[in-house]
């Protein structure tokens, strides 16, 4: 039997700000598998982004209990959840949060600084890896601002798969980026889905989260509805489909 990755038991998170108590989240009872690719889905204000935090160890619930990789986040002091979002959790997000005066190879090898334990030799070869595998090791030494949206956007998955975490926490990953590059990047997620990794992707578009393998649907705190993806898009297939814009177009419509 496989052993769960992510348990949430009565999972709550209430928000109080004076007199008034916001419930975010009303008793999340939820299971993610290893290997699993999961599309969380739900308008502004139906709980996704707070579940999101909480799955990112960037905030801890209020009552309940979240058990990840077998480790009690609940229970945790503060102090030691940075560890936990550094060795555990690969995050994507819209916006890609490279630095702007650090190279690719750079910007990826940032995680690992914080791995005492790894030479310099080291850090470098499991950079390249990472680059490589999202296919971008050809740009290691351009800066950010040298890099197409798509670009920037799988230096910062490289970036997130670098420590290989037990799962990648993808927020709106295509949300800045136009219709073909966007594609190109769930292509990306998908090729790590199949070496294994497990993927949580936050969106409010549906036809994003179509390519997920299990959709998740959040209203007003709850979930409504945990179905699986029977017939998920296949982004490569897609591709074939769409348009191919050059990088001084793709520049255009991505960072505007």
């Not at 008034?20 to 009303?26: D, F, K, Q």
């Not at 310099?120 to 949206?149: C, M, W, Y």
């Not at 497990?198 to 036809?207: P, W």
Request: overall charge negative.
């Amino acid at each position: 039997m496989t052993e769960h990755l992510i348990t949430t038991e009565h999972m709550t998170k209430t928000y109080v700000m004076g007199d008034i108590h916001v419930h975010a989240l009303r008793g999340i009872d939820i299971t993610i598998d290893p290997g699993e690719f999961i599309a969380i889905m739900g308008a502004s204000g139906s709980g996704k982004t707070t579940f999101m935090n909480l799955m990112g160890c960037l905030d801890k619930p209020t009552a309940g209990s979240y058990v990840l990789d077998g480790i009690a986040v609940q229970d945790i002091p503060e102090k030691d959840l940075a560890r936990i979002r550094n060795q555990k959790i690969g995050y994507v997000f819209q916006s890609f949060y490279l630095l702007p005066r650090t190279t690719a190879m750079e910007n990826v090898e940032l995680p690992l600084l914080y791995r005492s334990h790894l030479t310099g030799h080291r850090r470098r070869e499991k950079t390249l890896a990472a680059l490589r595998t999202v296919s971008i090791d050809d740009r290691a030494h351009h800066f950010p601002n040298q890099l197409s949206g798509g670009q920037q956007q799988r230096v910062a998955i490289a970036r997130a798969i670098v420590n290989d975490p037990v799962f990648l926490l993808a927020d709106e990953p295509t949300g800045n980026l136009d219709t073909r590059t966007g594609v190109e990047v769930l292509a990306v997620f998908q090729q790590l889905h199949a070496l294994g990794k497990t993927i949580i992707l936050v969106t409010h578009e549906h036809d994003i989260a179509q390519y997920a393998q299990r959709l998740i649907t959040f209203r007003d705190g709850r979930i409504i509805s945990d179905i699986p993806n029977r017939d998920p898009h296949d982004a490569q297939a897609d591709l074939a489909k769409l348009p191919v814009l050059d990088d001084e177009e793709e520049e255009a419509v991505s960072c505007p």
